[in-house]
């Protein structure tokens, strides 16, 4: 049990992107976050994320995302799974909705890896707004209102990257308050 929630705490805290601002070994959900491992060896101890990991455990995205990448994630923290209409997560944990769990979780991570100052300077070069294909295929689109970066979804819902820049050894964790939806 603690060994699966350790995996789940891990895979939320990598789809979700919790980060800090390129601090070593930055602290995330009461663990230090280790820029020599993965994503996935960081995220599962992470307190804040054991959603996340669970969800990413349950779509079979543990192994991509503990490979070479690199990988943008941003990660939903715990409080922004609690967000979703009741029952929501429960119902997509189950294996007949693997698909649209993989679909969502897809849709945080980014190939590459772009830190906070690289999307503010892109925000900044575009006009106001950088648009980002998502490993799912889809877009997901930046802006900046003062300090804070925004991630704007396909429904036009928006999440504040709350930590940023949580350096891994195959990519980026940047923590949102937002789970973000492809649909």
Do not use: C
Request: zero cysteines; hydrophobic letters at 45%.
């Amino acid at each position: 049990m603690r060994t699966t929630l350790r995996i789940t705490a891990a895979a939320a805290f990598l789809l979700a992107g919790a980060g800090a601002s390129l601090a070593a070994n930055p602290m995330v959900g009461g663990a230090p976050m280790f820029e020599t491992k993965t994503i996935v060896e960081n995220a599962v101890n992470s307190a804040d994320h054991t959603t996340l990991v669970a969800a990413v455990q349950a779509a079979g995205l543990v192994e991509t995302l503990q490979g070479p990448g690199p990988f943008t994630v941003f990660a939903p923290d715990n409080k922004a799974f609690e967000a979703l209409p009741a029952g929501t997560v429960a119902t997509l944990l189950e294996p007949e909705n693997k698909q649209a769990l993989t679909d969502i979780l897809t849709y945080h991570v980014v190939p590459g890896r772009l830190t906070s100052d690289e999307l503010k300077a892109k925000v900044s070069e575009m006009g106001g707004a950088y648009a980002v294909a998502t490993v799912n295929g889809g877009e997901l689109t930046f802006r900046v209102e003062g300090d804070t970066l925004w991630a704007t979804d396909a429904k036009g819902q928006t999440a504040a990257v709350t930590i940023a820049d949580v350096i891994q050894s195959n990519g980026v964790i940047h923590g949102i308050d937002t789970v973000l939806l492809p649909m």
